[in-house]
């Protein structure tokens, strides 16, 4: 079952305007996409050749803009089920 069919990633400004109306700063960006750093945030959003953002990470932001905590706690729970280690 895909949920996502066909995909257009984001611009970087588009990047940078959810930033923006976040309030965040580049490393809280980085941990609400699962990155290291905001060194890795600002690689999609700018430099002379921005990465393109994944579906994955897009839909990994917007899960945790749109889910309640206790929505996200059983989507942990169900990842620790099938195996995974999470600290």
Do not use: C, H
Not at 24 to 36: E, K
Request: glycine content about 10%; aromatic content about 6%.
């Amino acid at each position: 079952m895909r949920i996502i069919n066909e995909y257009s990633a984001p611009t970087p400004e588009d990047l940078m305007q959810l930033k923006d109306r976040l309030g965040m700063t580049g490393n809280q960006m980085a941990d609400l996409a699962g990155l290291a750093g905001g060194e890795q945030w600002r690689k999609y959003t700018g430099g002379k050749t921005p990465r393109s953002m994944s579906a994955q990470m897009l839909f990994y932001i917007a899960a945790q803009l749109v889910l309640e905590p206790k929505q996200i706690d059983s989507i942990v729970a169900k990842m620790r089920e099938l195996g995974a280690e999470i600290i």
